[in-house]
């Protein structure tokens, strides 16, 4: 499928497609692509029994899984594939069944081989978590054999 390679938007599009098609951890826990651009993505994903923990409130893993797929997605938009090399969250008030939770993430830093992003995990606009990812690009490219358009 040829994409334009000059188009900031449609490359992250690509990429998040491409992402998409074998993430069954993201999908399995019933998460979806909001919205993707260069440098960002928003993931949603509603808190089920299953996730929630002894407290009755969403297990903080899953949480994380959250964050940690959106963070995904930004970090990897640009076409380099890139995996998390260190990443840190803070709870500040749970999660509930039924809660839609939405992750946004949000490109800080960009260089060279690294890169760093700031991901918002907010239920109905209160915040939820915060959570802050180190990437590492890791050789190869989403767009490896990708004819370009235009």
Known sequence: MPVDVRD???VAEFCA?????????????GMAID???PGTAELSMTVTREM???HGTAHGGFIFALADSAFAFACNSHGPRAVAAQC???YLRPGRPGDR???TAVEVAREGRSSIYDVHVR???AVVAEFRGHARQVG????DGVAPAG
């Open 123 to 125: 239920c109905e606009g």
């Open 17 to 29: 497609a491409a992402m998409w098609t074998d993430d069954h951890a993201s999908r399995g826990l």
């Open 140 to 143: 190869g490219s989403w767009l």
């Open 8 to 10: 900031a938007q449609a």
């Open 52 to 54: 929630t923990n002894g």
């Open 35 to 37: 919205r993707v651009g």
């Open 101 to 103: 939770l939405v992750a």
């Open 88 to 90: 840190h969250v803070a």
